[in-house]
């Protein structure tokens, strides 16, 4: 921080090595010098691609989970139809093949949610979040090495399952709760 600017960046980078590189992460390591003016280390994981998150809903209202096993967590998860593209690939258009390949569906209708930071203090992953619309049901077709179970609900016992805890994954919180919050918002102006 500095009184001419309280938002400018107070880290100042000494160096930069890359640690662990693979076609999903890169683990750099930096020295820097640290906001108090001391030498000191910031590891960060660098994401190759970018991540997106849809929240379909059909017009009565429901939406469709996917529960998968994951594996750094060591737990079953229910989310929010998610996936990763790479950086010269248009977020939606990565968006629109997640949906496709874990649920079958397609839509004609997508509003952007925003985009959200994710473990920020470590990684610099930038997820962009969708509500998909206007909803076509056909075959899903998941990737070799996910085993899912498609689940459609109700959007309000999806928000049920945020509040209470059954759903844990930061993506499917956020993206939840915004596309709740203006699907239910446009079902009042429209009636």
Known sequence: MT?????ANPWQTVSSETKYE??????????????DGEPGIYGIVHMQRHATGVVPVDAD???W??????????????????????HDQAPEETARRELLEETGLTASRWDDLGTIHLSNCVTD????LYLARDLTLGTACPDSEEQLQ????PLVEAMAMVHDGRITDAVSIIALTRAATL??????KSS
């Open 22 to 35: 693979n076609p999903w992460i890169r683990v750099a390591e930096h020295q820097v010098i640290r906001p």
């Open 183 to 188: 699907f239910h918002s446009s079902k009042e």
């Open 65 to 86: 989970l996917v529960g998968q096993y994951r594996y750094p967590l060591d737990l079953y998860s229910w989310e929010i139809p998610e996936g990763g593209g790479p």
């Open 3 to 7: 009184p001419d600017d309280p938002e």
């Open 150 to 153: 498609l689940r459609r609900l």
């Open 61 to 63: 209202g429901y939406t």
């Open 125 to 128: 992953e930038v997820c962009y």
